[in-house]
C-alpha cells in the first residue's frame, strides 16, 4: 500500500455554518432521546449570552451531542468531532457543522477554524477531555484550554451532564433507560472577566466546573439500573484485581465482575457499587478502583520499569473519512519512551509510527470497537490515524492509556514543569 498516494482528509477546509434547513432536523433527531430521559437542562447565568462563544462540554456518551443540540437551539453551533465520526458521512457532517480533528495531535488548523467560527458569529462546542470517560469521571484536560479562551475572546461557558455515562457506559453501550438525567449549562467567564484572567486561572475555574462522578450522582440520586447484563463489559476498565493483584484475569458476566486467577468475585448492584460476595469489598466505588489501577502503573512508571512488551497487533489505517484501510500486521510497544509501532503491509513495504512520551499527554482506546475488531489503541499524526489491534496476548488498553498519561506527568517533573491537578 503507497500511503504517500492516499488522498488525505482535507483539513484546512473552512468549516461550514450550519444550513438553515439542517438546524430544525438537528433539533427534530435529537429531541426524542432527550424527551426520553426526561432530561433536565439547567441554564446558570446565561441570561443575555448570546453566540458567539465557547462551550466546553463533558463527554460520556452520544447522547450529550443531542443534549448539547437541544441546550443551544436555535442558535448555530460548529463541532469539533474526531474523524471516525466522519467515516462514510463527511458531506453531512461537514454541513451541520462539524470540524475534524486528529485525537491528541498539536493542530494550529484547528485554531483557525475555532477563529473562524467566532467570526461568523456562531457557537465554538469542544469536548474537551477528547473521549468518552471510561468510568464516569472527569478525564484529563489540555493545558491549552486558557489561551484558546484569551485567544478567542468570546464568553465561556460549560455544560456538564449527569447519566449518560450511567445510561450508556464506554464499556458496554447497550441503553439503560435512565431516567431523569441533567445537565447544566453554565457561563465561567463573560468575554469582560477574560480580559484580566490569566490563562492559569481560567484553566482553574474550567477543571473546578469539569469535576464530576457520575456513579456518586447515581447513588445519591437512588437511581436504579435492573439490566441483567449490566456487569458486562467492566473489567475492561477494572483489569486488575485487588485481592491477589493479577492483571488481565478480570472478567464479568451478566451482573457479576470476578477474577479468573483468584476466583473471587463481586456483585454489580442496581445502584452502581461493587459488593465482595467472599471476604474484603476492597473497592465499592468503580472510580476508586480505576484509580487504585492508575497509581500501580504510576508505581511502575517511576522505578522505570513500565513496559507492556511486545504485542502482536493488526493496523487500520484512516487517512481520510472514506473508510478503514487495512495497513496490515505488526507488533505494538508500548515502553518508558513511549508507543513504538511497526509491520509490513500487504505489498510487503514496511511501516511504523513511533509516539514519544512527551507528544502525547493521554490517548484514546477504543473497546469491541464496532463490535467486530477488539479492544484497541488510537495514535494519530497530523495526516493519518491508525487503530491498532493487539491479539492472541494478555493485555490491558485502558493500562496502556493510565500509562500514557503518567509516563507525560513523569516526564514534566523530570523536566521540572509545574503539574496542575487536572490538567496536561
Sequence with gaps: MNQKELKRFDMQKKPYRTAWYLRPLTWILSAPDVWMHHAKIKKTGMEGIKPPYLLLCNHNAFLDFKVATIAT????????????????REWLLRRVGCICKRKFTSDIT????????????????????????????????PESLGKLCKLLRVPVVTLICHGHHINSPFWNLHQRKVSPTEAEMKLLFSAEELKTASPE??????????????????KERGIRVTYPKRA?????????????????????????LFCSACNKRW???????LEAESGETEFSHIPDWYEWERENVKLEVEAGTYDIGVLPVTV???????????LGEGTLRHDMDGFHVSGTDKDGDPFCMEKSVPSMYSC???????GKFGDCVDLNTLEDTWYIYPHDCEFAVTKMALATEELYYADRRKKGIPIRPGLA
Aim: with cysteine.
Design 73 to 88: 437551539f436555535p442558535h448555530r453551533a460548529n463541532y469539533v468531532v474526531a474523524i471516525d465520526g466522519f467515516i462514510g
Design 110 to 141: 484547528l485554531i483557525r477554524q475555532l477563529k473562524r467560527v467566532v467570526d461568523n458569529g456562531d457557537i465554538n462546542m469542544i469536548y474537551p477531555e477528547a473521549r468518552y470517560s471510561l468510568c464516569g469521571t472527569t478525564a484529563v484536560l
Design 201 to 218: 486561572q481560567i484553566n482553574e475555574k474550567i477543571v473546578g466546573a469539569f469535576q464530576y462522578d457520575e456513579y456518586a450522582w447515581q
Design 232 to 256: 458486562e463489559g467492566l473489567h475492561k476498565v477494572l483489569y486488575q484485581c485487588p485481592a491477589c493483584r493479577t492483571e488481565f484475569q478480570m472478567k464479568s458476566e451478566g451482573t457479576h
Design 267 to 273: 456483585f454489580y448492584t442496581e445502584l452502581g457499587t
Design 316 to 326: 487500520r489505517s484512516l487517512p481520510n473519512a472514506k473508510k478503514f484501510l487495512l
Design 364 to 370: 484514546h482506546i477504543e473497546y469491541e470497537y464496532l
